[in-house]
């Protein structure tokens, strides 16, 4: 993934399709896996991320056929086979969270682990509900992080657990999405306030939409010992993915269209048009596609504790906006595939831009000319999108391992040479 970019002052026009959503591709996989019998899903998100996903769960004994962006998945209605070696999950801390419930499912082994960054992201929370609800699970390496060794009996007692919602939703979701399968249902508790509510909510719409509820009451989540439905599925498209191309009609200036989104998804980062609009930027919807119509975007404040992966796109809005741009509530960006809150603070401030940082959060103050130079991903493929589309408003960017794009959205730099940025590998 190691590529480095090259990018310069562009104009774009023109329209692109987001990507298929990367958090619903995701949860569908885990899903249809889990249900007895066949689903046909439309529109999956190609990327390492998803892959590792698909990867998993065929080393747990899943078949899957691909036809370009349709995936075929026979379920096998909670049934799981040992794999054969340790299940390399890359740069996936979904793949890892989700995979490490279900892992609980099968029938002997399973040892979960990933590159030097996965192996950095914190389970502790997790592992600890897991032993609650009877699972037999240990760390290999430091305490509290993978590799995860899952000693699993084939089935998982369930019952109640408790957990902490202030590092990560996916926690939650985890448990939620294999919960149907625990011989005695789920009963959790989350543990002060629940970060990124929005993932959790989206992932009861999508146990509802394969046929199973989930009974929420405030901090209390609740699923009966149940089974999925299998069926066919066609994912939305990803704001998260989208908030960059639409901050590059901002960035630019430029009018630009973008499809496959669909309005009032009730994903997390649609919260991006909100804050556009409340910024300035003038967006419309026209015969079911996104048109970005420029605007002079000013400083605001926000707060993303529901929406962590906007810390990029608004960071870089911020920069360009005229005034300062205030970003709170997200101290586990801090804990994504880098600091997020400490690498655009150094990278914004080598291209001119004065940034503070806070502990939950930073402070952006906008100028309407950025430098060129060189800057860094760090690894973090939200970080290169961000920083590529800084890019296209700047005397000319190097932006060193861009080539991480591939982890979310492996097409992006080709979508934005189609608008007209001038953009070119090294």
């Known amino acids: 993934m190691g590529r480095d970019l090259y990018v ?40 390492l991320d998803t892959a590792s996903t698909m990867d998993g ?18 379920g096998r209605g909670g049934s799981f086979s040992e794999p054969e070696a340790p299940v390399d999950l890359g740069n996936s801390g979904t793949s890892l969270r989700f995979l490490t419930t279900l892992a609980g499912l099968v029938d002997g082994r399973c040892v979960l682990t990933g590159d030097r960054s996965l192996r950095s992201r914190p389970m502790s929370d997790l592992l600890s509900s897991l032993r609650q609800v009877g699972v037999d699970v240990r760390t290999l390496g430091e305490a509290g992080r993978a590799p995860i060794e899952v000693l699993g009996r084939g089935s998982i007692e369930g019952g109640r657990a408790r957990i902490g919602g202030g590092v990560s939703s996916q926690y939650v979701s985890s448990l939620l999405l294999s919960g149907p399968y625990f011989d005695e249902g789920l009963r959790l508790k989350v543990i002060g306030g629940l970060k990124s509510k929005p993932y959790v909510d989206l992932t009861r719409r999508m146990m509802a939409e394969f046929g199973v509820d989930v009974d929420a009451r405030e901090n209390l989540f609740e699923v009966n010992r149940s089974q999925y439905a299998p069926r066919e599925y066609v994912i939305e498209g990803d704001y998260s993915s989208a908030s960059f191309l639409i901050l590059a009609g901002v960035v630019t200036g430029s009018r630009i269209g973008i499809g496959g989104l669909t309005r009032g998804s009730g994903q997390a980062d649609e919260a991006f048009l909100d ?38 796109p608004t960071a870089v809005l911020g920069a360009v906006s005229g005034g300062s741009t205030v970003i709170r509530g997200v101290e586990h960006a801090r804990l994504k595939e880098s600091d997020r809150l400490d690498v655009l603070d150094t990278e914004l401030k080598k291209l001119g831009v004065e940034v503070s940082q806070m ?38 960017l190097i932006i060193r391992d861009a080539g991480c794009v591939a982890v979310s959205y492996p097409g992006f730099i080709d979508d934005l040479v189609s608008l007209g940025a001038e953009i070119r590998w090294l």
């Open 275 to 312: 804050q556009l609009e409340r910024a300035g930027v003038s967006l419309e919807w026209s015969d079911g596609e996104l048109l970005v119509m420029g605007g002079e975007p000013v400083g605001l404040e926000v707060d993303l504790s529901n929406s962590p992966d906007l810390v990029p």
């Open 8 to 47: 310069s002052e562009s104009q774009l026009s023109g329209t692109v399709t987001a990507p298929g959503s990367k958090s619903v591709t995701h949860r569908v996989l885990l899903i249809s896996s889990l249900a007895d019998g066949t689903s046909r899903i439309d529109n999956c998100l190609d990327a």
């Open 359 to 396: 502990r939950d959060g930073l402070i952006v103050s906008g100028r309407g000319e950025i430098g060129g130079g060189e800057v860094d991903s760090h690894g973090d493929h939200r970080i290169a999108m961000a920083l590529t589309v800084m890019g296209l408003r700047s005397e000319g």
């Open 57 to 74: 769960l065929g080393s747990l004994g899943i078949e899957m056929v691909e036809e370009g962006r349709r995936v075929t998945v026979h």
